[in-house]
């Protein structure tokens, strides 16, 4: 059980490297945040506190700072984020989660940008990057997905300072990569393990902190940030087929439901899948419906990496012509290398059946 109270920045710095794995904010598992156990004064008061302590206990103690679980603020010892982050990452580093189109162009345009500048400010980066009202937008939704997978942290709080050298106001946020920011001690221990060793590891962790509380609550509460965070409403899928390595064609000829990789893990039942088939094709050739997720893949495949498959029902079969590449061009859809949302208004124009 976590037992202490927070009154100076020294002891916050010794509970994030006592207990290896702290959240800022009250959550679902009680007393697991530096907010149920810190003196009111030092909270939202007007002495110097919390948020002001983040940068030097970043510093002091080289821990990871990020929106690591449930979009929120987490402190992670260096001891204890080399296996989060190995759970997270599910075993990939971003190069290899680009290639086995796990990752999007966004993404991996934010994610080599950052990489090559940091430690970086914020305003610096989208400044770098033209993230602003009149250019490129998705920024801080970007960077909550590149933090939940625990491939940047924020590395420092860098603040304004007044004519006497004060500082003053909300500290920016500066950020980097693990790799760079810890080093080697993260590189040689972050892909160690199995990435559901690490799952263990931290599990039974906080299990230990709170050995009453419920582990379902505590496997909640680890799951809630992982990948894009959605509610119950239905999202619709543009999907790609590789026709080299399956013959999507003669399986839809053959049953009208088929096994296909899930590829992202926000898919669920219900939600409808666009099948873009590549060359020859070119073209999105089905509409389909999921009817099963999150199947686990007992078999092997030199062409793919599957760890789960979902089940599809074909609903609709569209001439190669109408739903070409050139035609998706006109919505922004350059490629598709993985599972992406569809553009909302080719939903609506194949819907209303606008295209021809």
């Known amino acids: 059980m976590i037992d202490f109270t927070i009154r100076t920045c020294k002891d916050l710095e010794q509970a994030v490297e006592t207990y290896g794995i702290l959240p800022l904010f009250r959550n679902p598992v009680p007393g697991f945040s530096v907010e149920e156990h810190v003196a009111k004064e030092v909270w939202f008061g007007d002495a110097e506190g919390v948020w002001e302590w983040k940068g030097p206990v970043i510093r002091n103690t080289g821990c990871a700072y990020g929106k690591y679980l449930a979009g929120r603020a987490v402190f992670i010892s260096r001891e204890w984020f080399p ?7 599910d075993g990939y580093d971003f190069d290899a989660r680009f290639d086995d189109e796990l990752a999007s162009f966004r993404d991996k345009a934010l994610f080599d940008l950052l990489d090559a500048l940091a430690p970086v400010l914020s305003g610096d980066l989208k400044k770098a990057g033209n993230y602003s009202k009149n250019g490129k937008a998705g920024f801080d939704t970007i960077m909550n997905r590149l933090q939940s997978q625990c491939y940047v942290l924020t590395s420092d709080f860098v603040y304004k300072r007044d004519k006497q050298g004060r500082p003053y106001g909300w500290g920016v946020a500066q950020y980097s990569t693990p790799e760079k920011f810890m080093g080697e001690e993260f590189t040689s221990k972050v892909y160690k393990r199995k990435p559901e060793v690490s799952y263990q590891r931290v599990f039974d962790h906080i299990q230990n902190l709170f050995p009453e509380c419920p582990g379902k609550t505590i496997e909640r509460l680890l799951h809630q940030g992982v990948g894009q965070e ?9 999907i790609p087929s590789n026709p080299k390595y399956y013959d999507i064609i003669a399986a839809f000829e053959a049953e009208e439901i088929i096994d296909w990789k ?4 926000n898919i669920r039942e219900g939600d409808i899948v666009f099948m873009y088939v590549g060359a020859p094709y070119s073209a999105i050739l089905y509409r389909c419906e999921v009817v099963e997720t999150d199947i686990p893949y007992l078999g092997h495949s030199e062409n793919v990496n599957l760890k789960k498959l979902m089940k599809i029902r074909r609903l609709d079969v569209y001439p190669q012509d109408k739903l070409s590449l050139k035609e998706l061009n006109k919505y922004d859809v350059v490629t598709v290398r993985g599972p992406r949302s569809m553009p909302p208004q080719l939903i609506e124009d194949i819907a209303a059946d606008r295209l021809k």
Do not use: C, K, V
């Open 83 to 89: 296996d989060f982050a190995n759970w997270r990452r």
């Open 230 to 238: 959605r509610g119950s409403e239905i999202r619709t899928w543009l």
């Open 262 to 265: 899930q590829g992202n893990d």
